[in-house]
């Protein structure tokens, strides 16, 4: 069963004054250029709000502290030319310090974001169950699940769509869970087009899905399936679905009208006697939500 982490309280918490150049990176990652400006100006006029976490495990050895969370806030007093930084001082090994960072970021990265999908799969690569991370990110063990499996193995183009705001993260999920690269890629082709939403996507997938069974065995003719033709095959879809739904209509609006006259015929007492006398007064049963009208 995994262990949750320990949660230091408070009082017991190590505050210093660290000298900037005594700080040491170990994790360093990308942030964006005007979020990191934005953060800059605000520690410039307001000062920082959140220290920074420093370990100090092995400072006589190497005379570094070792950053474990906060790189931004640190690069933004190295901008501003400031010597010191207010850091909580903490002494852990280098794993358990590198698990602190992954947790820190996971904290403080957008969900539905390949950079949000990226620190859970390291998080997982360390050894955490999915139910672990799901609970440091208030997510269910499937959604955790989902997102590594986008990272293990959805398409590079996939992962690049995702980055740049093409391709949503639920489209990407259903994609990075197809069978296969050529399957894959006529998804995100068809997406590109505006043939497959993730409305529409498990439509598609079926028809992929059918037209390979079709031609089992004959490799030329399934790599032939091409776009143009998925949009046909979903267009022939619709309209048959359109069809059935009109037919389905038109047989309920005339079943109803049918019992419409049997609910009016059966207020004739007259005529509910004679049915009786002759023993033909049992109506036929009604299947589903359908109810003859009782007096």
Known sequence: MDQEPDITPFT?????????????????????TDQFQMNVSSISDLGLMKPIRVNDKFLDKTGHYELICGEGRLLAHK???????????????????????????IARTKPGTMD???????LHNEGWSYERIGRVACKTPEYIRQYIRLVEQGEERLLQGVEQGVFPITFALQVACSDSTQLQHLLMDAFDQGIV?????????????????QHRGKG?????????????????ATKQKTSYVRQAEYKENRFLTLLTCVNTLWRDAALVQVLRDANLDKRPDLLGDFKYETS
């Open 12 to 32: 017991d918490r190590r505050y210093e004054e660290v000298p900037i150049g005594l700080i040491k990176v170990i994790n360093s990652r990308d942030r964006d």
């Open 79 to 105: 901008q501003l030319g400031r010597e010191r930084v207010l850091a909580e001082v903490v002494t852990c090994t280098r794993k358990d310090a590198y698990l602190q960072s992954l947790v820190e970021n």
């Open 116 to 122: 949000f999908a990226r620190e859970l799969k390291q």
């Open 197 to 213: 939403k993730t409305a529409n996507f498990a439509q598609a997938r079926r028809l992929i899905a059918r037209h390979a069974n």
């Open 220 to 236: 030329a003719a399934r790599k032939a399936y091409t776009v143009a033709q998925l949009k046909q095959d979903i267009s022939e």
